[in-house]
């Protein structure tokens, strides 16, 4: 038995009577873009935030490491100043020096006040005046 072949019918799209595309193709375009607006954006703030992590992380590297010279400047300046302290510690105990006491503090009294000069401005040479728009 043969079959008679199938006759395919086409059927056209619906459309709405002005000829626009129906409001669910409309809002489904609308979503579409944006949803690709907001997927940019979302790349883009993402983007920012690793960058700016990435440069903080790098200023706190930074700092860290000037906080640690810092703070082996000042622990070579403590041992240079206690070196320096006994040093001399060593040298008066080792002299004739005598221990300082209030009874032999010398005071120097203050000079009387003398009345200000005003001063008086030299003469310029005449090659040395310049025009007044100077």
Do not use: C
Not at 98 to 118: D, G, H, N, Q, Y
């Amino acid at each position: 038995m043969a079959r008679a072949p199938l006759k395919v019918t086409v059927i056209p799209p619906q459309r709405s009577q002005r000829g626009h595309a129906s409001l669910w193709l409309r809002s489904l375009g609308l979503l579409q873009a944006l949803t690709g607006t907001i997927a940019i954006a979302t790349t883009l703030i993402t983007a920012a935030v690793y960058v700016r992590t990435v440069q903080t992380q790098d200023e706190w590297n930074q700092l860290h490491r000037r906080l640690r010279q810092l703070q082996r400047d000042e622990r070579y300046y403590l041992l240079t100043r206690e070196e320096l302290a006994h040093t001399l510690r060593e040298a008066a105990s080792q002299s004739q020096l005598v221990p300082l006491s209030p009874e032999r503090v010398v005071t120097v009294p203050a000079p009387p006040l003398r009345p200000l000069r005003e001063a008086e401005a030299p003469e310029l040479p005449a090659l040395m005046q310049f025009p007044s728009g100077y």
